[in-house]
Every structure is written in structure tokens, then in C-alpha cells.
């Protein structure tokens, strides 16, 4: 994996894949993948200007190092034609399978969402992502790798676009890396993005480990003889290493107020042998040697964490009394610990055949069923992506068990109420008391790795307590507990609203069964965009409707809201100097409404204000489309020549394009009054406020803006 701008060719690819897998069918649709790939991709460069097909060879090449079966080495090789060529998902079916088409489709999908750093638009594309996991892992594995190889060439794109990237790698990938236990890609992932993210700090660790690198070498090769030397003594097979502390990981402990020649792991062993008994008889002769530093001993073999990994860590204070943290393991675990639930797509050959070696999708896929509940759960994108944060991408987690054995993860500080819904929806709702080690504790007891829980629960319960909100941790909790109230509130405001809209029917004495019909309702339902008569029911209950307004609806003819009611075929004065005229009376005063903001050439309306005149609105304004009352007709004096406000919204694709838009303005002789940034990411919104002299001139206006390059949508605001 650090053979980072490395030219790379098909042969190379295919030596590295028959390692593990040599079977001629896989090895075919590999190179017929690269061919295809090759054609579609010829003549395009990269910035860096290599060729194009180069990505996605590096690409395939990282997926072989976590053993990736032919289907997704071949979606690596094309992972990009969908979405750069003329290539379609069905044309990739038919000529490489459903797989590969289904693969390629989803990393397509999930290169085509946009990331910004603010708001609901974040949290929605962030979303996307992470549900997406659920359907195929392998999709977020070739994106991982593909985003590995961007970062490894991210030095020929602009500071700004570096820092975006690396941010977004940081935030959203490693987390998922690491969740999925792919440790060889996260790390490298993490401190690549320290380094275009905080070079100083990435370069002064740098500097500081090649100072100590000569002296450091020294003492982990003293102490690695020495350990090897103790197991050969006792007849163990084993392989011993030194391994580095990633750059990223010294920083975090660094960020936490440690001092760089403070951290324990920096010196670090990792021992690696055939089963896992030897682990601990490794652990035994290690402690009886090298005093072990307490409180720094995890048993991650009895207790492993969710994304599979499994080892035991023990600090010892080794050679001259310099600390070293060792972690031993088998090579099954090593496997796992590299490359997390990514290791369970290798194959084996037998006899010539190809099998694929799986074990339990029910223990694999535990981050992705946690992944759709919590989705299920949340109201809103960004409640979603905090629930992700917290319960599922948490590195601050404890180890609890069940009755029966089973471990359960949890974030810190987490509640016998929060475990309770971990186990079941009916067992946090039903709550009413918890053992813990075999001792009753309070509900808002904090629980601890190794705590054995039992939940006690009664069918006669009323549901889960308000209170409760006050102090459980995990969003799940959180959100069936709102739920649960909010199901309750629900049917509270159907039996309300039923009771209103009843009751206003029999004071206008209107007959309720022959009023409330099929035929009104499927008429309202529509108009107001509603699912069903009960959802009705609840909008009425919780006030968003008044029973009164829903009567009128259902009473009043069906005409368009765009006709005003005629007052008479009464002359207007051709002679006022008003820019608006108003039908039936001289020169009074009006104003033109802020909330639309008309200008000549839209059909208008006026409508008769309280001591302040008639305010002109647009015919088409959603603030007099149920007014039938008050409403005069008006219209434009012809013979006016004033410049009028109006407001216009311009979506683009890119960033510092507003003297094009001045440009564009001053052209059409439009003016501009305010601009105002409504996204300010790299894909920015416009909110302008322009003075035109009519209609015809400001949709000129907006085709011409229309026709730049970077404009994707002008709208005028109602």
C-alpha cells in the first residue's frame, strides 16, 4: 500500500491478484475490465498529468492487499465510467454481470453527492452515504481505496481544494474506515490528511521521529531479541515485528496535552502466533519478565471490539526501563486488524477451484443494521448524522454483556435505559428496574466495561418515562423515547381534530356525513398534499389547520386562486398619474408589497389595507391566494418609465463568479441593489434584489445569466 506514485500496469495487477486467487475466469473478467476501462478512459490525463487509467489501476491495486475477490477488483478497474463516459449501468451489466454493475452504480452514486461544511445539505449527503453501507459493503471498500489514491496525489491540486479534501476524508471516511476495522487504509487516510490539514504539526512530528530514529531502532531491536528469545525458549512459534505509531495517532495524543517523549506506544512490539491460547501464555512469560505499567492491560480476545479486531495489549517497561506497548496476536486476528471485515472477502483455491471463505454476516454486518435503525429513528438528516457520530462512529465505547454472555457495545457513560433499548425497542419501553453485577442500581447509573446487566420488565407498563431523557446517552434511547410521546401526542390531536372539524360543521349547520364525503376529501387531501383523512384529523388537532379554514375549503367553488371576483365593469382613468391604476377611484394611494414585489408586466392585484391604502401583490402571491374580501382590480399605467425592485435567486457550481453576474446585470441595464450569499460553500447561492423596468426585461436578465457556464438555475422569488 506504500507504493504510493508507483506506475503500476495491468501485469502488475494480475501477479499481485494471483497470489490469492488464480483462477482464469476471475483473472479474465479482470482483464477484460482493464481493456474496457483503457478504451473508455484513452487520451484523458489526470492534473498530475498521467494518464487516466492510472487511477483506477492504483485503485484495484490497494484492493488487493485486503484479498478482493475478481467482482470487486473488476468494479475498481471501471468504477468511473458510469460517471465520466458515455458508459451506462446496463452496458456495464451486460458485458461484466449484475455485480460489477451494481458495485460501479454505487460508487457512482456515492461520488456524485457534494460535501460542504454547513448545515442540513451536509448532514443529507452524509446520510446518503452511510445508509448506503447497508446494501453492499464492498461499495464503501473500492471507495475507500479510491479515495487512498486521490490522497496519495492530492499535492497537485490547489490549497484550498486540499484542505476541503482532507477535511472530508477526516470527518466522514475515516470513521467508517476505522468502524469497518480497516486500519491499513485509515491510518494512512488520517495521517495524509494531517498533513495537508495541519502541516506544521504533521511535519514537526515527522522531524521529531527521524531525530529519534536511530536511538529508537536501537532499543526496539534490543527488545525484540530479547522477547523472541524468551518464546523460543518455550518452544512457541511466533513472529515479532516493531511496528511505528502512525503520525495522526501521536498528534491526537499530543492535541490531548501529552508531551511527544511521553507517549507510550511510540516504542511498540507486535507479537503474532498460530492460536489463540499461545496469546496468553505469551502474555504470561512477557509479565514475568518485563514489570507490566498497570492499568494499560486490554483483553480484546475475550472481549472483541464490534468491527471484529481482537488482540491483547500490555505496556511493560522493557529494556533500560523504557516503555513498550506490546500487542499479541494470531495471524487470523493480524488479518482482521488490517483489514477489518474487508478480510472475510479472500478466497482459498482447492484443487484448482475457487471458494469463498465467509463466516457470520450476522456478526459482520452489525455496523450496518445499527447504521438503518438509527436512520429509521431520526426526525432530521442532521439528528441522523449526530446519532452516527455518537452511538456508531464513537472511539469512547465500553464492553457490556448480557445474562446470557453476549456483548453488547455502548457509548461512554451509557444508562441500563440506554442497554435496555440496545436490546429491543419493547425492552426500554417496558423498563422498571436493573441488576448489575448481581447489585439493583438507579437507572441513570453509568455503566462500565465487563458490567453484566439484567433488565427487569413489566407487561403492565405505561411506557417509558419523560424523565428518562434527562440522562440517557445513546440517540437511540433518545429517539424511542420521543417516539413513544410523540405516537401518544399524535392520537391525542386525531381525536381532537375529528371533535373540531365536527363541531364546525354543525355550527355552520352543515350536515356531517353528506359534507364530509369521498369526493370533498379526496379534493382537500390533494390541495393540502396530505396522505390520508387521519393525517387530516391531526393537522386540525395540533392547530396547523383551523376546522374553520378546512370548511371553507371544502365549501367554496372551485375556482382558480389567479381570477380575482370581479367588482363591475367600471372605467379606469387613463389619465392618472399613478403607476398603478385603480379600478373605480382616482388617484389613491397604493404600495407595491414587499412580500412579491411586482413589476410591470405581472398581472397584479390590490387589496384594501387598514389606514394605509391598497397594497399591490401579485396575482399569483401565496399571501392573497385565499383572500376573497378587500381584493380591487388594478393595473400597470402604461405610460410609466421607473426602475422597480424584484428578487431573483442564481444557483451555480462554483465559487467567485459574482463580477460575471455584475457583468451580466450591467449589460441588460438591470440594477443591483443588495447580493447576499445563501450557501457559502463552493457551491455558492445568490439571493440579489435587482430594479428592473418590467417583466420583459428581467427574463432577459435571467436567460442571459442562464447561458453561464457555471449558472445551474435562476428562479425569481414569489
Not at 426500554?428 to 420488565?457: F, M
Request: proline residues 3%; glycine residues 4%.
Amino acid at each position: 500500500m506504500n507504493d504510493l506514485n508507483r506506475d503500476i500496469t495491468i501485469n502488475d495487477l494480475i501477479s499481485k491478484f494471483k497470489l490469492y486467487n488464480n483462477n482464469k475466469e476471475d483473472i479474465d473478467l479482470i482483464n477484460r475490465a482493464y481493456d474496457y476501462a483503457y478504451k473508455k478512459h484513452f487520451g484523458v490525463k489526470r492534473i498530475s498529468g498521467d494518464d487516466y487509467i492510472t487511477h483506477p489501476l492504483n485503485v484495484a491495486m490497494i484492493l488487493t492487499d485486503i484479498n478482493a475477490d475478481a467482482d470487486c477488483m473488476a468494479a475498481a478497474l471501471l468504477h468511473d465510467t458510469i460517471e465520466d463516459t458515455d458508459t451506462t449501468k446496463e452496458e456495464i451489466a451486460k458485458l461484466f454481470g449484475n455485480e460489477v454493475s451494481l458495485l460501479v452504480d454505487g460508487v457512482t452514486k456515492i461520488n456524485r453527492l457534494h460535501f460542504s461544511n454547513a448545515g442540513e445539505q451536509m448532514a443529507a449527503n452524509q446520510r446518503k452515504i452511510l445508509v448506503g453501507l447497508s446494501e453492499d459493503v464492498r461499495v464503501i471498500i473500492i471507495k475507500l481505496a479510491d479515495r487512498l489514491h486521490n490522497m496519495r496525489t492530492l499535492y497537485v491540486m490547489p490549497e484550498e481544494r486540499q484542505k476541503k479534501k482532507a477535511r472530508e476524508t477526516l470527518e466522514i471516511l475515516t470513521p467508517v474506515a476505522d468502524r469497518l476495522g480497516i486500519n491499513k487504509i485509515k491510518s494512512e487516510l488520517e495521517d495524509l490528511s494531517l498533513r495537508y490539514l495541519k502541516p506544521d504539526a504533521y511535519f514537526d512530528i515527522l522531524e521529531k521521529l527521524n531525530a529519534k530514529k536511530t536511538e529508537m531502532d536501537k532499543d526496539v531491536e534490543k527488545m525484540l531479541n530479547d522477547v523472541s528469545t524468551l518464546l523460543t525458549e518455550h518452544n512457541i512459534n511466533h513472529e515479532i515485528f516493531g511496528r511505528s505509531k502512525s503520525v495522526y495517532s501521536i498528534y491526537k495524543k499530543m492535541q490531548k496535552g501529552k508531551k511527544f517523549n511521553d507517549i507510550y506506544d511510540i516504542l511498540a512490539l507486535r507479537v503474532i502466533v498460530d492460536t489463540e491460547s499461545e496469546c496468553y501464555l505469551v502474555l504470561g512469560l512477557i509479565h514475568s519478565k518485563y514489570k507490566p505499567v498497570p492499568n494499560r492491560f486490554k483483553d480484546y480476545i475475550a472481549m472483541p471490539k464490534t468491527n471484529l479486531y481482537q488482540s491483547l495489549h500490555t505496556t511493560v517497561f522493557g529494556v533500560e526501563g523504557k516503555l513498550f506497548e506490546i500487542q499479541i496476536r494470531t495471524h487470523e486476528m493480524h488479518k482482521i486488524a488490517e483489514y477489518g471485515i474487508a478480510s472475510h472477502w479472500t478466497y482459498k483455491a482447492k484443487g484448482g477451484s475457487v471458494k469463498t471463505v465467509k463466516d457470520s454476516m450476522e456478526h459482520k454486518l452489525q455496523i450496518f443494521r445499527s447504521i438503518m435503525e438509527l436512520n429509521e429513528d431520526s426526525s432530521s438528516p442532521e439528528e441522523f448524522i449526530n446519532s452516527i457520530k455518537q452511538d456508531v462512529l464513537t472511539t469512547d465505547s465500553i464492553y457490556v454483556y448480557t445474562p446470557k454472555g453476549d456483548v453488547l457495545e455502548l457509548p461512554a457513560a451509557s444508562t441500563p435505559i440506554d442497554f435496555a433499548y440496545k436490546v429491543h425497542t419493547e425492552v426500554g419501553n417496558s423498563v422498571v428496574g436493573a441488576i448489575v453485577n448481581d447489585s439493583i442500581v438507579p437507572l441513570d447509573y453509568h455503566l462500565k466495561t465487563g458490567d453484566i446487566i439484567k433488565i427487569n420488565t413489566s407487561k403492565t407498563s405505561r411506557g417509558p418515562n419523560k424523565d428518562w431523557l434527562n440522562f440517557v446517552v445513546t440517540s437511540q434511547a433518545k429517539n424511542k423515547i420521543k417516539s413513544f410521546y410523540n405516537k401518544l401526542e399524535k392520537d391525542d390531536y386525531l381525536v381532537k381534530g375529528q371533535e373540531l372539524l365536527e363541531e364546525e360543521l354543525r355550527h355552520q349547520e352543515l350536515p356531517i356525513a353528506t359534507t364530509i364525503n369521498n369526493k370533498n376529501m379526496e379534493r382537500i387531501l390533494n390541495e393540502l398534499k396530505l396522505k390520508n383523512i387521519n393525517e387530516l384529523y391531526t393537522n386540525i388537532g395540533a392547530n396547523k389547520y383551523t376546522a374553520a379554514y378546512i370548511v371553507k375549503l371544502i365549501t367554496k367553488n372551485t375556482e382558480k386562486k389567479e381570477q380575482p371576483p370581479k367588482i363591475g365593469n367600471i372605467k379606469i382613468n387613463p389619465n392618472s398619474k399613478n403607476d398603478i391604476l385603480v379600478e373605480g377611484m382616482g388617484d389613491i394611494k397604493v404600495s407595491l408589497s414587499g412580500c412579491c414585489k411586482p413589476i410591470p408586466g405581472d398581472k397584479i392585484i390590490g387589496y384594501i389595507t387598514k389606514g394605509s391604502g391598497i397594497t399591490i401583490h401579485r396575482i399569483t402571491c401565496p399571501n392573497i391566494s385565499d383572500l376573497n374580501e378587500r381584493l380591487v382590480k388594478v393595473k400597470w399605467n402604461n405610460k410609466t418609465t421607473k426602475k422597480y425592485f424584484t428578487d431573483i435567486i442564481i444557483h451555480t457550481n462554483t465559487s467567485d463568479n459574482l463580477l460575471d453576474i455584475i457583468s451580466k446585470a450591467s449589460y441588460n441595464n438591470v440594477g443591483i441593489d443588495s447580493v447576499s450569499t445563501i450557501n457559502k460553500s463552493e457551491y455558492k447561492i445568490y439571493s440579489i434584489t435587482v430594479l428592473v423596468e418590467n417583466l420583459d426585461k428581467l427574463n432577459k436578465f435571467i436567460t442571459d445569466l442562464n447561458k453561464l457556464p457555471f449558472t445551474l438555475k435562476v428562479e425569481r422569488i414569489k
